[in-house]
Structures are given as C-alpha cells and as structure tokens.
C-alpha cells in the first residue's frame, strides 16, 4: 500500500501540471487556429499516433517486462539496446513506406491530392521520430522503475506545448502546415534528450550500446521482443487505424471540423482518466510483473482496482456534471457539438478504469495472443457502431455510444478470461465498490444529462459533494490513517 501511495504522489502532482499545460495548449490553439485547422492538427497527431504503433510495434509492454525480469545490469542493458536497434529499423521502414503511401493518405484524410497536401502529409514523418525517441526512454525509464523521473518527462512535454502553442498560431491561415509539425515535434524531443540525461548521469547506462554482437543472446532477446511486442502492436494499430478511418468518414460525410470534433471527445477522458492511470501505471506493471504467486498478482490487482474506483467516482461524476464549462475553458464554444458524444463516453470511462487494471495483468502475463483478438474484437464493435451511426443514421453522438458498448463489453471479457485463466478470485469488497459507484455514475447521467432535470449550480455541487462523499465511505478508518501517516512523513523528509 505505502509503495502504491508513493507512486500516486510522484506521478499525480506532475500529472496536475500536465493537465494544466495541456489545457493551456489546447486553449490557445482551439480559439487562435478554429475548428478547421484545429481539425487539421488532430488528424496530424492521430497519424502520427498510429505511424508510432507501426514503428514501435507497441513494444512499451516488451522493454518494460523485458529490463524488470533480467536478473542484473548486463543483461538489462543488452536487451534495451537490442529493443532500441530493432525499433529504430522498424522506423525506418515505416517512414519510407509512409512517403511512399502520402498521396492516398492526402486524398483520404485532407480531401486533396496535390502536391502542397502531399508534402504537408508526408511533413509528419518529422514529428514521428521525435515521439518515438521519447516512447523508448519514457519505456526504458519506466522498466528501471524510474517513476518520478518519468512523470517528470511527461510534464515537460506538455510545458513545451503550451510553450509553443501560441507562436505556431501567429502561422495561420496558410497553406504551409510546418509549424504544427514543430509543434508535434518540441515536447518530445526535449524530453527525450532529458531522459537520456537522467539514465547515463542518474542511473549510469547509456541510451544505447554498440558492443553488442549476433549471437544465440541476442537472437533470443530479439525474439522475445518481437513475440511479445507484434500481436500488441497488431491490436493497437487497429484501433488507431479505426480511429482514423472514423475521422475520414466524418470528414467525407459531415465537414474537416466533425474530425475535430471527434478527437476532442475522443482526447477528453484521457485528460482527466490519466491523472489516475498514469498514477498507477508506471508502479503497476513493473510490479505485477515481478509477483510470483496467483495470491500475491490477486491482492495487488484487487487494491489498484479499489483504489482506482474510489478516485475516479468523484472525477467521473464531476465531469459529467460540469462537462459544459470543462469544455469551454479547454477549447470554446465553437466546440460544444462534441458534448453529444462526450456525455455518454463518460458513462464507458468507468468501464474504461476496470477494463484498464485487467489489462494490464494480461499483458504482465504476455498473454499477447489473447490480447490481440480481445483488441480486434472490441475496436471492430467500436468501429461498426460508428460507422453506422454516422453513414446509416447521420447520428454523431453514436460514436458516443459505441465507445460505451465496447468499454462494456471489454471490461465483461477481462473479468471472465482473467477469473478463468489466471485463478484470480471475485473480491466481494471491491465488487460493492463497483457497483455503488457504477449506481452513481447512471443516475447523474440519467438525471442530469439525458433528463436535463436539476442542472443549475447549487444542486450540481451538491450532487458532486455527495459523490466524492461516498466515494470516501470506501476507506476505512485504519487505511485512511496510514495514508496521511505516509503522506506527512513524505513532507517532512
């Protein structure tokens, strides 16, 4: 508990600071730049976001579980070279096939083929290899159990956003899409070099040695890797494939702006669900990965689920009820036709958090190939249930809706195969949790959003009041009494 507790600290306040900075990026650049180029830039980063899955084969699970389970220094520092050479091949290989693809992703994602939409397309290949040099180090940071350093990097990511923001719009309009390139760019970049600072001068390894040769060692440290690594990377790919395929189909159906739209629900839970997660993340899996016995992976991953909860009713019940005013101090009013959709992604969110903690446990287990087919299986559901509410039904707040039945529908799939497989047993404690605050959440979004009834200030604070309340019934006296206990002795030092 007290290591838990440790973790949330290190990466929860930076967290606060990351969301700040994001909010601030975010703000300047969705009311200096408009919903079209606003537009422009989400369909950018969701490229590059899945360019990152090609490039990195989604290998953050592989180099965590691959330095947390080496037995000493030598062979931690080899398989990270390895895994750094073979992800920096697959970049390679990704951007010369990227160029070579930019006409039809121009036409497919810009509506135009000329040669000014070509280079801007192919311009993304810049900001690519910045954020897979920061996907390594913030991966190989986090196999070390490097937690507050690596709160620390994404914290410096999201300055440099903020930093950058408001000279990039000076840019637009025009035709010349280079600065949101370097904006893509900063962030990264800086924080990469940052990272390699704090593992040679803190932790005393290099980012990457070439003394490394083609023996039996290394072809099993590759094969580990890739084993381990494609089929994650096949299911995550999907998703941001499905991702961008929906902007597309918004963009040739509706207008460029419904992309934005999209992306701005699709990016609200994470600006508030990562303050939890991320949290948790970094200690959990290198944790989990380390635990020998069913009973002691069962006692850990029922606490993080428990804990999980209890932040996130308040949180969730929160941005539910003030969702309106969140999303004018992020963005502005030019951008309140995503509420349709974020009102119901926040009900999948809860889904989101318990599907999350199971996740995890199958990936500690590389349990790659059950991973693969559960992430096809819930991105294709999340896909259809989109496609047919835009194409079918011209229904935008559908998308809403199929993130909920996917984030169901994962979470029922993770419970069952985790119980079944692993020999984990039902907590009776948690379950109450659950399913007090699964009440909770339904009946502010029954009564609030979908009733529209009680929604003036008072009754909404109130109501918020009351939930963080009940979320607080969930610690018991002697847990509550050990985290301050470990809180004041973590001030005082």
Not at 123 to 130: E, G, M, R, Y
Not at 348 to 358: E, N, P, Q, R, Y
Not at 463 to 479: G, M, P, R
Request: proline share 2%; no cysteine; hydrophobic share 50%.
């Amino acid at each position: 508990m007290r290591e838990l507790i440790s973790a949330i600290l290190k990466t929860g306040s930076s967290g606060v600071a990351s969301i700040f900075f994001n909010i601030v990026a975010n703000k300047i650049l969705a009311v200096f730049l408009g919903p079209i180029y606003f537009g422009i830039l989400t369909v950018f980063r969701q490229l590059q976001q899945t360019l990152v899955g090609f490039a990195t084969f989604g290998g953050k699970t592989a180099i965590i579980e691959g330095i947390s389970s080496k037995k000493n220094e030598d062979e931690q520092l080899r398989y990270q070279s390895v895994t750094v050479l073979a992800i920096f091949s697959f970049t390679v290989i990704t951007v010369i096939a990227f160029w070579i693809l930019a006409p039809k992703l121009a036409e497919s994602y810009l509506d135009d083929s000329s040669p000014v939409a070509v280079r801007n397309i192919r311009l993304i290949s810049i900001p690519l290899i910045s954020n897979v040099l920061y996907f390594l180090i913030s991966s190989i940071l986090n196999g070390y159990r490097e937690i507050g350093r690596i709160a620390l990097l994404a914290g410096l990511v999201a300055l440099m956003n903020a930093t950058v923001a408001f000279p990039l719009t000076l840019f637009y309009p025009t035709e010349n899409y280079f600065p949101l390139v370097i904006y893509l760019f900063a962030g990264n970049f800086t924080s990469f070099l940052l990272g390699v600072y704090f593992l040679w001068y803190k932790r005393k390894k290099p980012f990457l040695t070439f003394k490394l040769k083609w023996n039996e060692e290394t072809k099993k440290y590759l094969f580990h890797f890739l084993s381990f690594s494609v089929l994650i990377a096949l299911g995550t790919f999907i998703l941001n494939g499905y991702i961008s395929w929906i902007q597309a189909i918004l963009a040739k159906n509706k207008t460029l702006a419904y992309a934005g739209f999209f992306m701005v629900a699709w990016t609200f839970s994470p600006r508030y669900l990562n303050l939890v997660l991320n949290s948790f993340g970094t200690y959990y899996l290198p944790t989990l990965i380390k635990k020998k016995t069913t009973e002691e992976k069962n006692e850990l991953i029922w606490s993080v689920q428990r804990i999980s909860l209890i932040m996130i009713l308040p949180l969730i019940v929160g941005m539910m009820l003030f969702r309106e005013e969140v999303l004018l101090i992020l963005y502005s009013e030019k951008y309140l036709t995503a509420l349709s959709v974020i009102s119901v992604m926040l009900v999948g969110d809860f889904f989101k958090v318990i599907s999350w903690t199971f996740g995890i446990n199958v990936l500690a287990n590389a349990d790659t190939k059950f991973f693969f087919l559960k992430e096809f299986t819930i991105s294709s559901v999340f896909m259809a249930g989109s496609y047919v509410s835009i194409t079918y039904f011209d229904r935008f707040d559908g998308i809403g809706y199929a993130y909920l039945v996917m984030y169901v529908l994962n979470a029922l799939i993770l419970i069952i195969y985790s119980v079944k497989k692993y020999g984990y047993k039902l907590n009776k404690r948690v379950a109450t949790t659950a399913l007090f605050s699964l009440t909770l959440i339904s009946l502010t979004f029954f009564v609030f959003i979908f009733y529209g009834a009680l929604n003036g200030f008072i009754p909404r604070v109130i109501w918020l009041v009351l939930s963080a309340t009940v979320a607080l019934t969930f610690i018991n006296s002697d847990e509550r009494a050990k985290a301050i206990e470990f809180v004041r002795k973590k001030i005082k030092r």
